[in-house]
């Protein structure tokens, strides 16, 4: 029953959102993982930001899509927490436990079962079209899973469409830009800032934009 509702939300609901109110511009879309395990990692700009690269990818992965996000933003009710972890299957993290709990442990499980991972390294919507410092659980996850595939991606305008702190959507055409797949670098740090720099040379792809107010 819950896959039939999480079927029947994208197609009725989430895709025809991003693909028709806002509308993709998709660089190198061959870029994208074919199948799991895989790990893909963007800038996060807006709450739309997860509808988007889920809609990158075709229907029959959908049950293998699984974005990461904080268990206490979005576990905060039971309304949205089951709408989340539910229709949207996403893996909570909690920013805060205890030093004998992994917060990566729903990660690694669900890699181990060949899911793809939606991952925002900055850990929090950013400012508009910026990007904030990587934190290292992307570079925990690629230690444990060297050839696990990690893919960056660049998604410029959805800081236009649904800005932090508001609810107001206005249509914007979204770019997206798909990167190479990032080796291990043998070192948590050395990865984190590879990943750092692949986003950026995306986003430094982007051509300039007008936007109006």
């Known amino acids: 029953m819950i896959r039939l509702l999480r079927l029947l939300f994208w197609i009725v609901v989430a895709r025809p959102l991003v693909l028709v109110v806002l509308g993709l511009n998709v660089r190198n879309p061959a870029g994208l993982p074919e199948k799991g395990p895989a790990i893909v990692v963007a800038n996060h700009n807006s709450h739309l930001d997860t509808f988007v690269l889920m809609s990158l990818f075709p229907l029959r992965l959908l049950g293998a899509l699984r974005p990461v996000a904080a268990a206490d933003y979005f576990l905060k009710n039971r309304l949205l927490a089951w709408f989340t972890l539910n229709i949207v299957n996403m893996i909570p993290i909690e920013r805060k436990v205890g030093r004998e709990t992994d917060p990566l442990q729903d990660c690694i499980t669900a890699l181990g079962a060949g899911d793809i991972l939606l991952v925002f390294p900055e850990g929090t919507r950013g400012e508009t079209e910026a990007l904030?410092?990587?934190k290292g659980g992307v570079a925990r996850l690629k230690e444990q899973f060297p050839d696990v595939p990690v893919i960056p991606i660049y998604m410029q305008?959805?800081?236009?469409?649904?800005?932090?702190?508001e609810i107001a959507l206005v249509p914007v055409v979204v770019d997206v830009f798909v990167g190479a797949s990032l080796p291990w670098t043998g070192s948590r740090p050395a990865f984190t800032h590879a990943m750092e720099e692949a986003v950026a040379a995306l986003k430094a792809q982007a051509p300039a934009r007008i936007w109006r107010h």
Do not use: D, H, Q, S
């Open 157 to 165: 305008g959805l800081g236009r469409v649904m800005p932090k702190g």
């Open 132 to 134: 904030a410092r990587f």
